[in-house]
T-cell receptor, first 115, second 111 residues
């Protein structure tokens, strides 16, 4: 049973460019959340998707957007990249329901470097 | 903002118990205490969670004080593979509530 998979593992972009990161949730999970982790900090919640809609959002600008597909996979898009967007981007999945979502399963992340 | 306070770093000798403290003095009655850890170059990994009773699983034990204002994660026999950043999080268990991470405790297990 594959866990949460993310691609690519590493990415280098320049300021002003746009980037798309991808995530496939763990089998049986329909909810996907994205987190940003700057160096030396804990992960920060960006947003969450289920039923192909954004359901919750953290304190991130509109440059950060996402999408969820019918197979529950998800994309994170960041426009007009800034140097400060350099970070590890983590995807987490869970099933819905109060008891079912007791724990989140995280992927290994995409390391984005903005030059 | 994170509702927990943890020491920045701790050391533990291999084979000994690692006791990681966490303060959550403003915890609400419907909030659970969660622990995750993040090994270098990996995503966070769930360890354990509890509401008010002590909990134990194959990875660790969680001891929550009676007033629920603090807790301790115990790794009974630490190994080098337990070297990681450990995050204590309080979370309402409903509505797919996001995790709010602090900076965690960096545990170094020393041979």
């Amino acid at each position: 049973d594959a866990g949460v998979t993310q691609s690519p593992t590493h990415l280098i972009k320049t300021r002003g460019q746009q980037v798309t990161l991808r995530c496939s949730p763990k089998s049986g999970h329909d909810t996907v959340s994205w987190y940003q982790q700057a160096l030396g900090q804990g992960p920060q919640f960006i947003f969450q998707y289920y039923e192909e809609e954004e359901r919750q959002r953290g304190n991130f600008p509109d440059r950060f957007s996402g999408h969820q597909f019918p197979n529950y996979s998800s994309e994170l898009n960041v426009n007009a990249l800034l140097l400060g967007d350099s970070a590890l981007y983590l995807c987490a999945s869970s099933p819905r329901g109060q008891l079912a979502n007791e724990k989140l399963f995280f992927g290994s992340g995409t390391q984005l470097s903005v030059l | 903002d994170a509702k927990t306070t943890q020491p920045t770093s701790m050391d533990c000798a291999e084979g000994r118990a690692a006791n990681l403290p966490c303060n959550h003095s403003t915890i609400s009655g419907n909030e659970y205490v969660y622990w995750y850890r993040q090994i270098h170059s990996q995503g966070p990994q769930y360890i354990i969670h509890g509401l008010k009773n002590n909990e134990t699983n194959e990875m660790a034990s969680l001891i929550i004080t009676e007033d629920r204002k603090s807790s301790t994660l115990i790794l009974p026999h630490a190994t080098l593979r337990d070297t990681a950043v450990y995050y204590c999080i309080v979370r309402v268990l409903s509505g797919n509530t996001p995790l709010v991470f602090g900076k965690g405790t960096r545990l170094s297990v020393i041979a």
